[in-house]
């Protein structure tokens, strides 16, 4: 009699409180319990709510910017005609500047939108900037979805690079790929900061545009 009035108050009070997917939830849970134990419902509740974590997790903002060469460009100072060609030319370099943590949900994200933009601007995109620099951390799954990245990126004729990428992940980075037999497939260029990586490509955007005959 007591343990059903304690779980009519609790029913009540979570019917009060909770949105509709989380109370039949907390009705599936305790009918795992009638049913097959409290233990077998605590393996439950603790599954779900690691997918409800995971689920909400993924879909947090893992983009600060997304822009391309012609609107983030470094800190150095051109002349109006270079400023000109990298308005122009820098529209085939994709800048994308990452926040928060790395892991299978929000990787597999990164993944897709970098396969739509491929799909979108694969004519004209030639480079694509990765900024680690707000990026806490990345786990194994992370590094797994960033290989695969890295090899449509090539396959699709696009060089990626990777900019601000803490000590500590570069050397995650290290040890998967020691794990990998990848010694024959493409790497990423890596650059301290982000700046360091605009000013090289812009300067590389300069001196291919002016060294080839315009008409």
């Keep these: 009699y007591l343990g059903l009035s304690l779980l009519r108050e609790t029913l009540l009070e979570a019917a009060r409180r909770l949105p509709l997917s989380e109370l039949i939830l ?3 849970i305790l009918g795992t319990t009638a049913f097959f134990g409290v233990f077998s419902a605590l393996i439950l509740g ?5 997918a409800i974590f995971i689920v ?3 879909r947090l903002p893992f983009l600060r910017a997304d822009t391309t060469l012609a609107v983030r460009r470094s800190i150095v100072e051109r002349s109006e005609p270079n400023s000109d060609v990298l308005k122009t030319e820098g529209e085939k370099v994709r800048v994308l500047e990452l926040t928060g943590s790395l892991f299978f949900g929000t990787a597999f994200s990164l993944r897709q939108h970098i396969r739509s933009l491929i799909a979108t601007d694969g004519d004209k995109l030639h480079t694509m900037i990765i900024d680690f620099t707000r990026v806490r951390d990345v786990d194994t799954s ?5 290989e695969r990245t890295l090899t449509e990126c090539d396959e699709n004729g696009v060089e990626l690079c990777l ?3 803490r000590s500590t992940i570069q ?3 290290r040890r998967f790929a020691s794990t990998q037999d990848s010694a024959n497939g493409p790497t990423p260029r890596m650059f301290d900061t982000l700046d360091a990586a ?3 490509i812009e300067a590389e955007i300069l001196q291919r545009y002016f060294s080839t ?3």
């Design 26 to 28: 907390v009705v599936f």
């Design 46 to 50: 603790i599954t779900i709510s690691i």
């Design 142 to 146: 992370a590094l797994f979805s960033l």
């Design 198 to 200: 605009l000013q090289k």
């Design 171 to 173: 050397d995650r980075f």
């Design 56 to 58: 909400s997790y993924a």
């Design 163 to 165: 900019s601000g990428v």
């Design 213 to 215: 005959p315009h008409p």
